[in-house]
């Protein structure tokens, strides 16, 4: 890497950081298509992208402690669905890291550009239709639906490399009737967890793609101070900007990237 690509992937880190405190998400979302657009690929397969993935899931590791200590602290953590979510959402994460590596990597850029776009869409949609909490229906977190979330979560996050947040969040919400609050709060929970086992298992088979382990620890380096202190900047915004209008730039901005990535 040149000094200059140091540089802009700590730009990346810083950016990341700060759109995953706003939005409640892990940086993978950001952190992917920034470095497919920044670094791009030499490989015609695009054997990259299962570096980016790797480091991006440490990184992740290191976003969301620090967040998942704060609401722990606060008393947001929902320990009765994290005890059941965390097994499931844990077999999933090593089945899609598995899976992901039958998979070459421009299969899984153009799948991550597909799963960023439906996340966007979604996400402007419910920015433009906001649940009223008095018209809030009564939770339904049986074990299965709770199971259900938690395996299809890893199973997504562990093929696309992601840190699972914007998959489970809106799981909780509109399958269980879970309180924003509580499932940002139970999905930073489990994810340091999941992301250990699903970014040890891609680090220790990077090599069956030809790829470096020392690539995806430079990227680590170059980018995970500066997501660091962008989490906790994001953080401290979300109580000081208008949410709702946040979010709506941020999907159209990554919905941009997903065009991008998805080579349209």
């Not at 939005?23 to 397969?45: E, F, K, M, T, V």
């Not at 850029?109 to 909490?133: D, S, T």
């Amino acid at each position: 890497m040149t000094v200059l690509e140091v540089i802009l992937c700590g730009v990346l880190g810083l950016f990341a950081g700060t759109v995953g405190g706003l939005a409640g998400i892990g940086g993978s979302l950001i952190i992917l298509p920034g470095l497919a657009l920044l670094l791009g690929y030499r490989d015609p397969a695009q054997s990259e992208q299962h570096m980016y993935m790797a480091a991006a899931m440490w990184i992740n590791i290191l976003v969301a402690v620090p967040a998942a200590l704060r609401h722990r602290q606060a008393g947001q953590s929902r320990w009765d669905l994290v005890k059941v979510i965390l097994p499931a959402m844990l077999i999933g994460m090593v089945v899609g890291v598995l899976l992901s590596n039958k998979v070459e990597g421009l299969r899984l850029r153009q799948g991550l550009a597909v799963f960023i776009a439906i996340y966007c869409l979604l996400n402007i949609w419910r920015a433009l239709k906001p649940v009223r909490e008095e018209t809030r229906p009564k939770e339904r977190i049986d074990k299965a639906r709770l199971s259900f979330c938690g395996s299809s979560t890893g199973l997504i996050s562990g093929l696309l490399g992601i840190g699972g947040g914007s998959v489970l969040i809106p799981q909780l919400q509109l399958m269980c009737k879970v309180r924003l609050k509580h499932a940002v709060a139970t999905s930073l929970t489990v994810m340091p967890a999941t992301a250990v086992v699903g970014a040890s298992i891609k680090t220790g088979t990077l090599h069956t793609h030809d790829q470096p382990v020392y690539g995806a620890l430079i990227l680590i380096a170059a980018i995970g101070p500066m997501a660091i202190l962008g989490g906790r900047l994001g953080a401290g915004l979300m109580h000081h900007l208008p949410l709702r209008v946040v979010r709506v730039i941020i999907a159209v901005v990554l919905l941009a990237a997903a065009v991008r990535m998805a080579g349209l």
